[in-house]
Structure formats: C-alpha cells, structure tokens
C-alpha cells in the first residue's frame, strides 16, 4: 500500500502538473489523478465527486490532496475532504512539491506531506 496523490486545482493546471511530472521521472510512483475545478462550477457536485475520488485513491495509507490557491474555490473543496486522519491537504502546489512528493513513494501521510510543503517551499527562488 501506499499513499495516494490528488491533485485539485482550477482549470487543468493539476493534470498539466502530474503529465509533466511523469515526462520528467519516466513513471508515476504514487496512485496519483487530478480533478479540475471550472469557474462555473457546482460546488456540491464537486465534492461529491472529489469524495468518489478519495475512496477510490485511499489503499489504507491515505490520500495526500495537493491544491492550488488557499482560499480558492479548488482548495475550499480540498479542505472539505480533510475531516478525518487519512487526508492532509496542502496548498500552493507547484512542479517541485509534486517532484518532491513522487520521489518519496514509501513514505507515510504525514511524512510524505512534510516533504511536500518542503519541495514547495524550497522550489521557490529569486533569480538571478
């Protein structure tokens, strides 16, 4: 068993994101999907289809949902999913937290969303 990756974000961005994540590492280790959140979406709809998805990714060892912008339509979603021990929700998802999160496949739910604000965080950087 391992932990599973769900991806909610507006529009495609998390189904662009997991694509270019498995081009980048030839394979997707983690049991991962996304689901894209239109502007005119229905919201009850939505969660009731991002549950579906849930059960379908949860082996046992829970379900890590990476979402876009905190506060946003796809993240008020995500946050209605995390009412029980088996899904921790993290915001701000972006190419290094999820290259960060695939490249850990045996760690735990907890552990593997440490690495994944981690990835997150450190990806970001001033160029110069």
Do not use: W
Request: proline letters at 4%.
């Amino acid at each position: 068993m391992s932990v599973g990756i769900f991806i909610i974000t507006h529009n495609d961005i998390g189904q662009q994101l997991l694509e270019t994540a498995r081009v980048m590492l030839g394979t997707c280790p983690l049991e991962s999907t996304s689901l894209s959140i239109p502007s005119d979406c229905a919201l009850e709809t939505s969660i009731a289809e991002a549950k579906l998805i849930i059960n379908k990714l949860d082996s046992g060892d829970g379900v890590l949902v990476l979402t876009d912008m905190f506060g946003s339509t796809p993240s008020n979603i995500a946050n209605r999913l995390s009412n029980n021990n088996s899904v921790t929700v993290i915001s701000g998802v972006n190419l290094p937290m999820l290259i960060r999160v695939l490249n850990y496949p045996r760690l735990n739910l907890k552990q593997l969303a440490e690495k994944a604000y981690s990835g997150g965080h450190d990806g970001i950087m001033i160029c110069k």
